[in-house]
């Protein structure tokens, strides 16, 4: 168990490019989100999948920003014509279980890619 | 909506006892965690409440009241190392966790 990985560790970016992020998650794990964290603030939930589907996208999260799990292995987090309010940290986290609901086992959360948007 | 409540922030001594409360007003009640985070790094599992009473694992315990909306996290025999925020989660019956905004305890010496 090498825990979940993300990459890059920090990310600058001008305002207006495109970012993608990788996270691999632990690979027994069915189930990873990514959130979205400012300083001071709790995670905040961008987005869900179990295997590869991807099956809640939080309702605040623009059409700027994509996540796919295609081999519901490792994902990704695409922005797009990335604005200065996108600059925060950006956090995967994988969990395991059988159950209906999402979070009934603890979340393993990677140590984030943190993006800076000039 | 949808609100968790905790302390900003809090200061204690190395070698005391420190209790970090949380309040909680969701839609239904799946279960509470506790996560704690060192500045700059992920946050990591400490606890999950899901019954009433007090769950204790070493030095950390933590108490879940349902009728209350509330909980704490008892930290004994501080050190150092437990400089870090802490962060409440509650999942609601919609299965959506509620993120706390974290409580940032300082330990001095």
């Known amino acids: 168990d090498t825990g979940v990985s993300q990459d890059p560790r920090h990310k600058i970016t001008k305002r207006g490019q495109n970012v993608t992020f990788r996270c691999d998650p632990i690979s027994e794990h069915n189930r990873l989100y990514w959130y979205r964290q400012t300083l001071g603030q709790g995670p905040e939930f961008l987005t869900y999948?179990?295997?590869?589907?991807?099956?809640?996208k939080s309702r605040l999260l623009s059409d700027r920003f994509s996540a796919e799990r295609p081999k519901g292995s490792f994902s990704t987090l695409e922005i797009q014509r990335t604005e200065q309010g996108d600059s925060a940290m950006y956090l995967c986290?994988?969990?395991?279980?059988?159950?209906?609901?999402?979070?009934?086992?603890?979340?393993?959360f990677g140590n984030g890619t943190r993006l800076t948007v000039t | 909506g949808q609100n968790i409540d905790q302390p900003t922030e809090m200061t204690a001594t190395e070698g005391a006892i420190v209790q970090i409360n949380c309040t909680y007003q969701t839609s239904g009640f799946n279960g509470l965690f506790w996560y704690q985070q060192h500045a700059g790094e992920a946050p990591t599992f400490l606890s999950y409440n899901v019954l009433d009473g007090l769950e204790e694992k070493g030095r950390f315990s933590s108490f879940l009241s349902r009728s209350k909306g509330y909980s704490y996290l008892l930290l004994k025999e501080l050190q150092m190392k437990d400089s870090a925020s802490y962060l409440c989660a509650v999942e609601d019956s919609n299965y959506q966790l509620i993120w706390g905004a974290g409580t940032k305890l300082i330990i001095k010496p």
């Open positions: 999948f179990q295997n590869e589907a991807q099956l809640e």
């Open positions: 986290a994988s969990s395991s279980t059988n159950s209906a609901g999402p979070y009934n086992s603890p979340l393993h």
